[in-house]
């Protein structure tokens, strides 16, 4: 039941408009940004071939498009999930998948794969353009796998937010909204790391900016995988409560 709501959530999204213009627009701005890294990177290789280690074609070029995709997928992501629930809730099929027997888990796993299933398959899309690179020049695999990691954990835990927000909210514009508000703040909290090394660490800790950094240089810690995991799934079995409390109620 789980796969069959993903699957309907997934294919709802190539129903209308809104799933093709995204692929489109982000693949067009991608594009843009890709080969003006590449620019870049050609200005500076004189200079590189006389510094010792130099970065690379994965660091100047594959890493800096990854880290622009991340902000990119933060605006996405409030317009994908704000019609998760709210949706339902407007059209009025909430009530009836509430008064169903399929559990609140069920729905609400559904709800959150099926729109993680598209942002995949716009990281994939994503991957393509640095993949090309391949036919020139050598990149390194481990930072690659590293940044679409990253990729991949933030856009988990964008959804689950979002699918947390919508669950709270009839008005998908509002639920859009209010993940926006949270995003940015998860975002760049890490910047009042600043005022003291006490609230530095605690800022750092909770900021998706800080955890994700060190992906896109081929490094992987136990405690950032650890941090979008519990993220992820905090918002997600909020998500649940909220739907069994809304179920209550009728």
């Given at each position: 039941m789980i796969l069959h709501i993903a699957l309907r959530e997934f294919r709802s999204l190539f129903l209308s408009p809104l799933g093709w213009v995204i692929m489109g627009?982000?693949?067009?701005?991608l594009a843009w940004k890709f080969l003006g890294f590449i620019e870049y990177f050609y200005t500076l290789q004189a200079d590189l071939i006389n510094i010792k280690n130099a970065p690379g074609v994965t660091d100047l070029i594959v890493a800096p498009l990854f880290d622009f995709s991340k902000i990119l997928l933060l605006m996405i992501a409030p317009l994908i999930t704000m019609r998760l629930l709210s949706e339902e809730k407007q059209n009025g099929t909430l009530q009836l998948l509430l008064s169903s027997p399929i559990s609140m888990t069920q729905i609400v796993l559904g709800k959150y794969l099926g729109a993680l299933l598209f942002f995949i398959l716009l990281i994939l899309q994503i991957s393509l353009m640095p993949l090309s690179l391949i036919v020139a020049t050598d990149l390194d695999m481990g930072k690659f796998a590293a940044g679409m990691l990253g990729q991949l954990l933030n856009v988990a835990a964008f959804t689950a937010l979002g699918l947390y927000m919508s669950s709270?909210?009839?008005?998908?514009?509002t639920a859009a909204a209010s993940t926006y508000g949270l995003l940015i703040m998860f975002w760049i909290i890490n910047i009042a790391s600043t005022s003291d090394a006490t609230?530095?660490?605690f800022f750092n800790y909770i900021s998706m900016t800080h955890h994700s950094l060190q992906m896109l240089r081929?490094?992987?810690?136990g405690s950032d995988l650890a941090y979008f995991i519990l993220f992820s799934l905090g918002f997600i079995l909020l998500s649940i409560r909220q739907l069994d409390a809304q179920r209550l109620q009728h």
């Open positions: 627009g982000l693949q067009i701005i709270l909210s009839k008005q998908a514009v609230g530095g660490n081929g490094i992987v810690y």
